[in-house]
């Protein structure tokens, strides 16, 4: 079956970075699109990036741009995101998505100083 683990959260100070990964399994990775999303308290959850099979395309929130990129490695079964210039806005729980329907179980990110 399915499964998406996500890591790499963390308590972070403002302005520092994080990388976040999400190990896959159960499904031939290398054949679709990924994306990360996140939701803060209180709130919806929102789509922060996706990337293209071989990763050649990737696609941004306006909130994130130049400051997040996300990547794979289709070898590893893996997708990153990796959080530069983090603001306290940025704190939600991140999580890895498959076709909008299979979810991880998230990775807490927290940007306080």
């Known amino acids: 079956q399915v499964q998406l683990v996500e890591s790499g959260g963390g308590l972070v100070q403002p302005g520092g970075s994080l990388r976040l990964s999400c190990a896959a399994s159960?499904?031939?990775?290398?054949?679709?699109?990924m994306s990360w999303y996140r939701q803060a308290p209180g709130k919806e959850r929102e789509l922060v990036a996706g990337?293209?099979?071989?990763?050649?395309?990737?696609n941004y929130a306006d909130s994130v741009k130049g400051r997040f990129t996300i990547s794979r490695d289709n070898a590893k079964n893996t997708v990153y995101l990796q959080m530069n210039s983090l603001k306290p806005e940025d704190t939600a729980v991140y999580y890895c998505?498959?076709?909008?329907?299979?979810w991880g179980q998230g990775t807490q990110v927290t940007v306080s100083s």
């Open positions: 159960g499904f031939t990775f290398s054949i679709y699109a």
């Open positions: 990337i293209s099979r071989v990763g050649g395309s990737t």
């Open positions: 998505n498959l076709l909008g329907k299979y």
